[in-house]
């Protein structure tokens, strides 16, 4: 399949009728990016990062508690460095039509241990805030996700987009550049927000 007109517009819609800022998180983005740690990980990130992922309902599941989640995490902190160092790093200023999951799975992987469990949300959320043009989001309540790892998301939302017709692609993001506004941070993930967009359509249509 490819995204469609049809698809963004019901995506638009129904964004429309959730709390969900009507910049299309183009804010958050701003925010995040100030406060990205760089692959520097450490505790006081964590205290914030951890609010922002609670927020965003990263952290719900039976036992995983804010103590639970922040013990896995501070064992993890050279761990998510490294793989920051391997698998972002050389990704900055890339999206996810030119980075292969390959080439970014290892800081995936080493960030679904923290939580360990099978949902790919929480994974796609903690990556998305850190690396959002390549890593997209998963929202199962708004997406209808029925992919049960974070890799078939990606590499899904991945071949979605190449199998886009070019100048569909071009319209949609241009469109999307309009409604979020002259203030459009230079990092903001037009990419997967386009494709996030268009899969809340599909499966609210």
Same mark, same amino acid.
């Given at each position: 399949?490819?995204?469609?007109?049809?698809?963004? $517009?019901?995506?638009?819609?129904?964004?429309?009728?959730?709390?969900?800022? =009507? $910049?299309?998180?183009?804010?958050?983005?701003?925010?995040?990016?100030?406060?990205?740690?760089?692959? %520097?990980? $450490?505790?006081?990130?964590?205290?914030?990062?951890?609010?922002?992922?609670? !927020?965003?309902?990263?952290t719900r599941g039976k036992g995983k508690t804010h103590r639970y989640l922040t013990a896995?995490?501070?064992?993890?902190?050279?761990?998510?460095?490294?793989?920051?160092?391997?698998? =972002?790093?050389?990704?900055?200023? %890339?999206?996810?039509?030119?980075?292969?999951w390959n080439q970014v799975e290892v800081f995936a992987d080493t960030v679904a241990e923290?939580?360990?469990? !099978?949902?790919?949300?929480?994974?796609? %959320?903690?990556?998305?805030?850190?690396? &959002?043009?390549?890593?997209?989001?998963?929202?199962?309540?708004?997406?209808?996700?029925?992919?049960?790892?974070?890799?078939?998301?990606?590499?899904?939302?991945?071949?979605?987009?190449?199998?886009? &017709?070019?100048?569909?692609?071009?319209?949609? =993001?241009?469109?999307?550049?309009?409604?979020?506004?002259?203030?459009?941070?230079?990092?903001?993930?037009?990419?997967?927000?386009?494709?996030? #967009?268009? #899969?809340?359509?599909?499966?609210?249509s």
């Open positions: 399949m490819s995204f469609t007109s049809k698809e963004f $517009d019901e995506g638009v819609r129904y964004w429309g009728t959730t709390s969900w800022p =009507c $910049d299309f998180h183009n804010d958050f983005y701003r925010q995040m990016t100030e406060q990205n740690p760089q692959g %520097k990980f $450490d505790a006081p990130w964590w205290n914030s990062f951890l609010k922002e992922l609670a !927020r965003w309902k990263a896995r995490t501070h064992a993890r902190f050279e761990a998510l460095s490294q793989a920051w160092s391997t698998g =972002c790093e050389p990704n900055l200023g %890339k999206d996810i039509s030119v980075v292969t923290i939580k360990d469990v !099978r949902s790919p949300v929480f994974t796609s %959320k903690f990556c998305h805030f850190l690396l &959002p043009q390549v890593f997209p989001v998963v929202d199962n309540r708004a997406m209808g996700n029925r992919l049960s790892t974070y890799r078939s998301h990606f590499e899904f939302v991945q071949n979605e987009w190449i199998s886009t &017709p070019e100048a569909t692609r071009a319209s949609l =993001c241009a469109r999307l550049d309009r409604l979020i506004g002259a203030g459009k941070i230079r990092t903001y993930p037009t990419t997967n927000k386009v494709a996030e #967009l268009c #899969l809340i359509g599909r499966h609210q």
